[in-house]
């Protein structure tokens, strides 16, 4: 996650990102459904209320993927299989 990420505390939260406006335009996420909620709200209510849940497979900042090498996502894998 990018730092505006972890500062904002949602998955693509920056407001450059499209992530949250192209799931919307997809209908992903329903038009209507708690269209003026915050984004934090939006994204802890998915899984519960539609079956859609979002999970970063490393937890520290950071957005240049060439930074992380096979040993590091190898281990990120089993944390996460840790976290499921």
Sequence with gaps: PSQKTWEVGVAYGNPSNRF?????KSEILPSNWRQDDQLWL???NMPLELGIGISDIGCF???DAAEFGQDVMLQWREDFYMRA
Excluded: D, F, H, V
């Design 61 to 63: 900042p950071g957005s």
């Design 42 to 44: 939006i994204n802890n």
């Design 20 to 24: 949250w406006t192209l799931l919307r």
